[in-house]
């Protein structure tokens, strides 16, 4: 009954290969959210969805394409992956996208970019 | 852009000591969330704040929202070893598109 599940919880893979990474809440929320954690833990937002809707893009490389099927799903695209690309990504979901909505986190897909 | 400066980085105690965390910014936010990551799982939020001067606690965990708005602290008093983790605040930004900023975390050690 996990809230908000990632896939995979580790990706190993060569430079300049593609990956997708999945999420899926099962929370009934409206917004999707994903973040990376750099190597020193440092939390960024890269997208937010709200009701499958793009409302927040933090100037990613546009080699991340997000894709939200649905408002229960949010999927990572990333193609012609880099070293600098390792990182750990966290899915989040909240009821809304408004302040007062509480952000709940996967468990995080640990990316490496060999 | 926005930045929350959280201090310490890291602390190492003694267990059943008390710990003290904070975090400020030169901007200011209107709500502010203390959250804990453990290896290998994702942030999971301990407290959320939503008025200046707000004082709320969650067991041995207390945390307040500066007056000013700008700052915001977290204690946990009579530490355990379960405590142990990574604490990040967080803070909602009221300017454009709403999203939540960070601080770099403060990694917290505990000896038995």
Redesign the interface.
Known sequence: DTA?SQTPKYLVTQMGNDKSIKCEQNLGHDTMYWYKQDS??????MF?YNNKEL??N?TVPNRFSPKSPDKAHLNLHINSLELGDSAVY?C?SSRG????N???????TRLSVL | GQQLNQSPQSMFIQEGEDVSMNCTSSSIFNTWLWYKQEPGEGPVLLIALYKAGELTSNGRLTAQFGITRKDSFLNISASIPSDVGIYFCAGFIIQGAQKLVFGQGTRLTINP
Do not use: N, W
Request: proline content about 0%; cysteine-free.
């Open positions: 908000v020193k833990k440092f939390l960024k937002i937010s409302i927040i933090e966290f989040a996208a408004g302040s007062k509480i952000q709940y986190f996967g468990a995080g």
